[in-house]
């Protein structure tokens, strides 16, 4: 945790950590995710796809403007505006080094804003809020305050989509062994996420599990949506809204 991170009240991945990574981060996940026959692009489109689809089932109109926690280097930043038809997204990362890079990928968009997390305080106008595997790098007892600070971010009944890493899953484990950068993780088990999410003002609408099957078994992916109830994917989603 940085001074600067301390000062702000906003808990948040180490930076240090993520800067050294800034250079060879996609290297490093692609190292991990190798495993598994698939490139991020098709894990991160399985899940903009996945909360497209259920945003629409709770009768959610596609939300204007997104918040992004912990964005890295911005890779969902496209998702949401052709997938979620979002007219608006802010990148929020404790990572200046990540930032610098995703700034320079978004040159000249006039829809995508990148901050640090410790400079921005949201004004409690976003519709949609999102994180992806971030939580899990933020020391447990920093995690409340990692949450109020989403909670603020969003307007009354704006939605929040909590992506975390299955730790019951062992083939989520074991690629997580091969990430430089998930070395000293502590995962979040379902239960847990939820108990978080509603102490810190979140109503809990439905948790859902995605990445059941790798490649190598794609043919059964289609039985993944009939499963999303059970614990077996290797990521989880919690979709909840700002009380």
Known sequence: MTSDTRRSGTAAPDA???????ARYDEALAAGLSVTGEDKDYYARGRMRWLAGRLRALGTAAPATVLDFGCGLGNATPLFLDILGAKQVVGVD??????????AAFAGEPRVRFHPIPAYEAPG????????????HIPVADRAEAL???????RP??????????????????IMSRVPFDEHAITITPPEARRLLRA???EVVETGFLFIF??????????????????????????????
């Open 94 to 103: 404790v990572s200046e080094g990540l930032l610098d890079r995703a700034r």
């Open 200 to 202: 810190a003002g979140f």
């Open 214 to 243: 790798p490649r190598a078994l794609r043919w059964l992916r289609p039985l993944e949506r009939l499963a999303a109830r059970l614990p077996l994917g290797g990521q989880y989603l919690v979709l909840c809204r700002a009380r």
């Open 148 to 154: 109020r600070y989403v909670r603020r971010t969003l």
């Open 16 to 22: 240090p950590e993520f800067d050294a990574y800034a």
């Open 157 to 174: 009944g704006g939605v929040f989509a909590f992506w975390e890493n299955n730790p019951w899953n062992p083939g989520t484990r074991w």
């Open 125 to 136: 106008s976003a519709d949609l809020a999102f994180v992806n595997g971030v939580f899990h």
